[in-house]
């Protein structure tokens, strides 16, 4: 089965502190994994997918096969990321997205 | 480019009677859309995905007969909850998939979300 696990319901931060959002998933094959992003009142977005190999916002996320993760990364975080962070995984057939439950992250001055 | 709307917004309706969501990819044709739920603080359960033209295949547990879903053209898909019921009460949100897109690392647009409030 499909599944995607975020540990932390809530991260709270201050400002310039690094930050790291846990993400690990199940799956037997090999997935495409997805960090999606929900700022206050606004719709799902897209922040990063681990074949870009990008950082967007200075968030970067690398696949670790092994340990089958995928944790989000930022080295100093800014009071404009504090958001609802949602992994998301998509197996080899191309189906829809699976969500895992989201963090919530909090970033204080 | 690539926004998708959803309509209406919020809706109150009366236990027994049945509400349509309209889903509508704006500035691009969608061949597949996709139909989540997520109750409050909790995360986004998928529902079923539609592919225009074809019928909607659903997740196992969800009711094909109460949550019905038209995808009658490249930019619109509506679902429709028969009978509704209190526990029907939740945002419905929807996403899509650009036609033409092939890798499987697409990604999925997604609408703001409608909140069905069932009385």
């Known amino acids: 089965a499909q599944r995607v696990t975020q540990p932390e319901k809530l991260l709270s931060v201050f400002k310039g502190a690094p930050v790291e959002l846990k993400c690990n998933y199940s799956y037997s094959g090999s997935p495409e994994l997805f960090w999606y992003v929900q700022y206050s009142r606004q719709r799902l977005q897209l922040l990063l997918r681990?074949?870009s190999r990008e950082s967007i916002k200075g968030f970067t996320a690398d696949l670790n096969k092994g340990e089958t993760s995928f944790h989000l990364k930022k080295p100093f975080a800014q009071e404009e990321d504090s958001a609802m962070y949602y992994c998301?995984?998509?197996?080899?057939?191309?189906?829809?997205?699976?969500f895992g439950k989201g963090t919530t992250l909090s970033v204080s001055s | 480019g690539a926004v998708v709307s959803q309509h209406p917004s919020w809706v109150i309706c009366k236990s027994g009677t049945s509400v349509k969501i309209e889903c509508r990819s704006l500035?691009?044709?969608?061949?597949?859309m996709f139909w989540y739920r997520q109750f409050p603080k909790q995360s986004l359960m998928l529902m079923a995905t539609?592919?225009?033209?074809?019928?909607?295949?659903?997740e196992q547990g969800v009711e094909k007969d109460k949550f019905l879903i038209n995808h009658a053209s490249l930019t619109l898909s509506t679902l429709t909850v028969t009978s509704a019921h209190p526990e029907d009460s939740s945002f419905y949100i929807c996403?899509?998939?650009?036609?033409?897109?092939?890798?499987?690392?697409?990604?999925?647009?997604f609408g703001p979300g409608t909140r069905l409030t069932v009385t």
């Open positions: 500035d691009f044709q969608a061949t597949t």
């Open positions: 998301a995984l998509r197996n080899q057939a191309g189906t829809a997205l699976i």
């Open positions: 996403s899509a998939r650009k036609t033409g897109t092939t890798s499987f690392s697409y990604e999925q647009y």
């Open positions: 681990h074949i």
């Open positions: 539609s592919n225009e033209g074809s019928k909607a295949t659903y």
